[in-house]
């Protein structure tokens, strides 16, 4: 017996001595699509629980039988299984699983199968913009997403950006989406950094987002960030940057300028300003060229670190990032500063906790633009731009009668800091009953701004001036929601009921100071001045709301989503507080039905319909109520006294702007998602438009806000993708996407038409630039139409409006031979008919080209700019342009440049100076390389990579960016001027990434 024995254990030492020899130390590495390193794929020996994961360069190492097999595995990758066949390399590249890429997206308050979508929802793969430097959100969404409109009024570093789903609905309130971030909803988007997103979905129809009620009329883009994995993992990104205006006005040399200007006193029966031999020294030495000392070359640098890691309960991410850009205008930049943390830990099998932490601070300096490049383009190049004491030249004796462009650049200081922190946590839990989970999240969120502004001795004719404008908001978040999954059979029902609840509060204070006694401590000494005026306010409002959502879906092919919200807010009177948003969509996958897959065509095919409501709070928290306000009034020539009287009129009967929506929708896929398309058509209408409506004086005058009239907004969406090729080691995918949009005024509430201003014209516009009127839509431009130049055989035309040949010629409306506010009419639409974008990546083995297109079309642009330098009236005085070389005179009276004449009288506010906005713009090329992971020693990965931004601009406006607006993103009644606005500059960068 103990012979068996020791002869069973002999054998049992000699089969394992066996198996140990049999094992190999295999080393290989794991590539993407792209033949980059992919970190974190999971390698494990078949059949067994050995198994290791890949470093950050794709790199692994394992001791395995070689006998045995490998299986790879990674989201979004499909799985291999390779034979090791007795090799100690293994090198394998994963291709990407549609299907599993395409799986789950992010939608309100949860998430959802890709292909149960019912609703209209766009998602942007973080790999699309992976390949530009990107700094801000709506540089990622510009181009990207159908039915997304996103426009960089102003290119300045940190620069105003007007973002649009599916058009505007709101006079009075903002247009702008709503952005939720991990959660919290109302995030800003200037404080999300595009390195840190995870995933990003933007949801356009009301299906989508009528979950979010209130605040879901404009489009909703969701922000998922980051989050560590298992292992530690660093990476640094790093770039830098030079940018040059795009393109500048083509203007008058000094010595042709000088024979202008008295061409024209000859023409009047002025004194020549200039004399030959003066005209002759210009010719010869040149002049000043105020738009290169205006313009500069911008430079800029953008650092990131992230470290992520953690074991098998607990991950975390850290990142850092660092933005500093000095702007294509001298004396302007934009500094930014990120940090955020994200940790998560399961706790035990049922309960999860998460914490979310971020923190910003930034500063814009001088980055309106305005005032230097306006002088620039009215200063006469015939002016030193300094005297002999070596100050700047004070005054201009022949162009403008205001100061040197290059006092607006350094005698004056507009700086807008913003510090923000963001505390976001949450508990899940699993509850007893299978597929009901319970989730609890709270967030703060505080900001603090500080708007300071200063004007110097020489801009204020030696009464220099400062303010500072000090806001502090804070925002409270609570969300409580019950999700509950289950499948039986051929039904699966998702579902989820929420309770969540808001308060916002500001605290502001204002100072503004005249006559400082030190103005060279600008803004921040404000306390020894001649004059000065304070003021502080206060605002809050909360919402409470109620919302449930249930998905259900049948042999998932026959889906249906039902939503419904309530909303209440404390902006309205009680009677008029609570507003219920509903929403139903159906959806057919026809895919799976069989005398579909017999056609062995399609991959996916879903047809989807929706409709549903959302609204809007468009009226600040007591326009139910009637204020006071203060004012000073003398009695029997006393001095002032303080009163106070009463403001506006409040109105209780105020309720939610309500938008109802309707879309259709088809979504295709082709070979395996190697070919995507989809397809929408919307409407939506906008009823109970809050409005201010002007009050006669009988009834205290002023403005009352009501509910009155309508808009609309309709349009097609269409959107092409997929991956054309992909063989040999080449791959090319490519996105394209096209919407239209036609905007329009239904109703005013009974008002004919109502005018809105923009004081951007300061002296330029007679009357309001835009107009409000039903059938048109919102920015329509209202100005004069120009008919051209009276021409010869128009004398006695001309004659009857005290005009003669060679002078404008305006349209006469009302017959009454003059041009009055009375001839006035829509001129122009300041609303694109439609946008587009197209983004192509092209990788072969480690290099990577990206080409990136996105396009404007059928929009028009009020060009003050260029009015004013073409004018020679006002404040500029002469004309600047070269394109006064075709003025009207004997020999040239073909010409509709008005000729030099006494009775000449300009409207800049006319179709004259109404240029076509439309263009197609290279917005990126990039070309990038990951170096091999032996380079390193496979220890990091590396890419390095140079972009080229706005490199080509197709376009007929003339001024140098048909994208910029001197108008901010806050309005859509009135947009699309441009006069002296920042333009877009031509960016080229050089980066590095490393990862470890």
Request: hydrophobic share 35%; proline share 4%.
């Amino acid at each position: 017996m103990k012979k068996h024995v020791k002869l069973f254990f002999f054998l049992l030492l000699l089969c394992r001595g066996y198996a140990f020899a049999q094992n190999a130390r295999i080393t290989g590495t794991v590539t993407g699509p792209d033949n980059q390193g992919l970190p974190g794929v999971n390698v494990q020996v078949s059949g067994t629980t050995l198994g290791t994961s890949t470093d950050a360069s794709g790199n692994f190492t394992l001791n395995a039988p070689g006998n045995g097999s490998l299986v790879f595995s990674n989201i979004g990758y499909a799985g291999q299984t390779v034979p090791i066949n007795g090799r100690t390399v293994i090198n394998v590249q994963l291709a990407e699983d549609q299907k599993t890429l395409n799986e789950v997206v992010v939608v309100g308050y949860g998430t959802q199968r890709k292909t149960d979508v019912t609703g209209a929802l766009s998602a942007i793969s973080t790999k699309e913009f992976a390949q530009q430097p990107v700094t801000r959100i709506d540089q990622v969404l510009q181009g990207r997403a159908a039915g997304v409109q996103v426009t960089q009024a102003t290119g300045a570093p940190g620069g105003d950006a007007r973002i649009r789903i599916r058009g505007a609905n709101s006079v009075l309130g903002s247009n702008n989406p709503l952005y939720v971030v991990d959660g919290f909803v109302g995030a800003d988007f200037n404080f999300i950094n595009p390195s840190d997103i995870e995933t990003l979905q933007v949801l356009k129809d009301a299906a989508s987002t009528s979950i979010y009620g209130s605040r879901g009329a404009n489009g909703v883009v969701i922000i998922t960030t980051k989050k560590g994995a298992k292992g530690i993992k660093v990476n640094y990104e790093g770039q830098g940057s030079v940018s040059s205006v795009i393109k500048k006005y083509d203007i008058l040399p000094a010595g042709e300028f000088a024979e202008i200007v008295n061409a024209r006193a000859t023409a009047t029966g002025s004194n020549l300003p200039f004399t030959t031999d003066q005209i002759a020294q210009f010719k010869q030495n040149g002049g000043t060229d105020w738009q290169d000392i205006v313009f500069r070359t911008g430079s800029g640098q953008q650092h990131q670190i992230t470290v992520s890691g953690g074991g098998d309960k607990t991950t975390f991410l850290i990142s850092g990032n660092y933005v500093n850009q000095n702007g294509i205008v001298e004396n302007s930049g934009f500094k930014r500063y990120i940090l955020r943390t994200n940790l998560n830990t399961q706790i035990n099998d049922k309960l999860s906790f998460r914490l979310n932490l971020w923190g910003t601070k930034s500063r814009n300096h001088n980055t309106n633009g305005g005032g230097a490049i306006i002088q620039a383009l009215a200063w006469a190049p015939t002016t030193p731009a300094y005297g002999s004491d070596g100050q700047p030249t004070f005054t201009d004796p022949i162009g403008s009668v205001y100061r040197n462009p290059i006092d607006y650049l350094y005698d004056q200081a507009a700086d807008l800091d913003r510090s923000s922190i963001n505390v976001n946590g949450g508990l899940n839990y699993k509850l007893p009953i299978k597929g009901l989970t319970l989730d609890l999240q709270y967030a703060v969120n505080y900001l603090n701004a500080q708007n300071l502004n200063f004007s110097g001795k020489r801009l204020s004719n030696n009464n220099p001036s400062a303010s500072r404008y000090s806001s502090e908001q804070v925002t409270l978040q609570n969300t409580n929601s019950l999700n509950y999954t289950v499948a039986f059979g051929n039904h699966s029902i998702n579902a989820v009921a929420v309770l969540e609840t808001q308060q916002f509060t500001d605290n502001n204070f204002t100072a503004t100071a005249t006559g400082l006694r030190f103005p060279q401590l600008g803004y921040n000494n404000i306390g020894g001045n001649s004059a000065a005026s304070v003021g502080s306010g206060f605002q809050k409002w909360t919402l409470l709301s109620l919302l449930g959502r249930v998905n259900y879906a049948y042999k998932d092919k026959y889906l249906v989503t039902a939503a419904v919200r309530q909303d209440g807010s404390s902006k309205f009177s009680p009677e008029n507080r609570n507003s219920v948003f509903p929403s139903l969509a159906l959806g057919w996958r026809l895919s799976e039905e069989e005398f579909i897959k017999k056609m062995n065509v399609f991959s996916n095919l879903k047809l989807r319909g929706s409709w549903g409501m959302t609204g809007s709070q468009a009226i600040n928290p007591y326009a139910t109520l009637s204020p006071y306000n203060t004012t000073f009034v003398a009695f029997n020539n006393t001095a002032a006294v303080a009163g106070v009287i009463q403001g506006n009129q409040g109105n209780r009967n105020l309720k939610w702007e309500t938008t109802k929506q309707t879309d259709v929708g088809l979504e295709m896929e082709f070979f395996n998602g190697r070919l995507r398309f989809e397809a929408d058509y919307f409407k939506k209408n906008t009823t109970d438009l809050l409005l201010n409506v002007a009050l006669p004086s009988y009834a205290g005058g002023g403005t009352q806000t009501r509910n009155v009239g309508e808009i609309e907004n309709k349009g097609f969406e269409l959107s092409l993708g997929g991956t054309p090729f992909d063989k040999g080691g080449f791959r090319w995918e490519t996105n394209l996407n096209f919407s239209t949009l036609k905007n329009q005024v239904i109703s005013l509430g009974g008002l004919p038409r109502l005018g809105t201003g923009t004081g951007v014209g300061a002296g330029m516009s007679t009357t309001n630039e835009f107009m409000l009127m039903p059938g048109e839509p919102l920015g329509s431009y209202w100005g004069l139409k120009y008919l051209g130049t009276f021409k010869p055989n128009e004398s006695d035309l001309a004659a009857r409006f005290g005009r003669v040949p060679g002078d404008p010629h305006y349209q006469d409306l009302n017959g009454d031979n003059s041009i009055t506010t009375d001839d006035f009419q829509i001129i122009g639409r300041a609303f694109p008919k439609a946008t587009g974008g197209w983004n192509n990546t092209l990788s072969y083995k480690g290099l990577t080209l990206n080409v990136f297109f996105n396009g404007v079309f059928g929009v028009d642009k009020l060009n003050y700019t260029r009015a004013a330098a073409l004018s020679g009236a006002g404040d500029a005085r002469q004309f600047i342009l070269a394109e006064v070389r075709d003025y009207y005179r004997p020999g040239n009276e073909t010409s509709d440049v008005p000729a030099f004449t006494r009775t000449y009288q300009p409207f800049t506010q006319s179709s004259r100076f109404l240029e076509d906005g439309s263009f197609v713009r290279l917005k990126n090329v990039s070309l990038s390389y990951n170096l091999p992971a032996s380079v390193l020693r496979n220890k990091a990965n590396a890419r390095i990579f140079f972009s080229a931004t706005n490199l080509l601009t197709i376009t007929k406006y003339k001024g140098p960016d048909p994208e910029s607006s001197s108008v901010g993103s806050g309005t859509d009644t009135a947009i699309g001027i441009d006069y002296g606005s920042y333009p877009n500059s031509k960016t080229y960068t050089i980066g590095l990434n490393l990862g470890f």
